[in-house]
């Protein structure tokens, strides 16, 4: 009677799998077509992209912004409040101001500024116009002597008031300190204290 129960008609009881052969190799085929066909295409690679080639930063760096201060740091705040550099080009955060230097002057970076690292050859016109603006600069920042000493006498007299600045100041302090708030003598002799004095005459 077991025998019968096991055998009903339609129903798959041997829990095995069973692949069809053909089915697999079909599938087989058509994979390689697809890999024979891609092979025989040429790539289809577009234009190379045209970068510009480096240029001088024109904003300063700011590494000096947040020294010394402390923040609270939570797994959920945006990246742009965590601790670090946050760079807002490639979105990321660096720990440490020398890494961050590191990545704005990379090559991921500069990527995404549309650089590419390659710097433009400077012909002889644009040398020769750099020096000329430099010796202008070099004519106008020159100083004599007498600027040296007004500088110098300029410097002394900015100690000399920082000087009397800290003299006022402590000397407020001290006239604080020496008024001191009158007490009665009713109420001190209640609460249990009639002053810091020694009871010794």
Same mark, same amino acid.
């Given at each position: ?52 080639? &480096? ?58 500024? $549309? ?18 603006? &430099? ?5 106008? $920042? ?22 009397? &600045? ?36």
């Amino acid at each position: 009677m077991s025998n019968t129960s096991n055998n009903v008609a339609g129903v798959d009881n041997t829990f095995r799998r069973k692949f069809d052969r053909e089915e697999y190799l079909e599938r087989a085929r058509e994979r390689e077509r697809q890999e024979e066909e891609a092979r025989s295409k040429p790539k289809g690679k577009g234009p190379p992209v045209q970068r510009k080639p &480096l240029k001088h930063r024109d904003y300063e760096v700011d590494l000096e912004s947040r020294l010394g201060k402390t923040q609270v740091v939570t797994p959920v705040a945006p990246l742009s409040q965590q601790a670090g550099y946050y760079c807002s080009v490639c979105e990321c955060v660096v720990k440490d101001s020398a890494n961050y230097l590191d990545h704005i002057n990379g090559k991921k970076h500069q990527r995404a500024l $549309g650089m590419s690292m390659r710097v433009e050859r400077a012909s002889l016109q644009q040398v020769q116009e750099r020096f000329e603006v &430099l010796k202008k600069r070099k004519d106008l $920042g020159t100083f004599t002597e007498q600027d040296l000493d007004d500088r110098v006498l300029k410097q002394q007299q900015e100690e000399e008031e920082r000087k009397r &600045l800290r003299r006022e100041k402590k000397k407020e302090k001290k006239e604080k300190a020496v008024e001191e708030p009158e007490i009665d003598p009713d109420v001190a002799a209640m609460m249990g204290f009639g002053g810091f004095r020694s009871s010794k005459k």
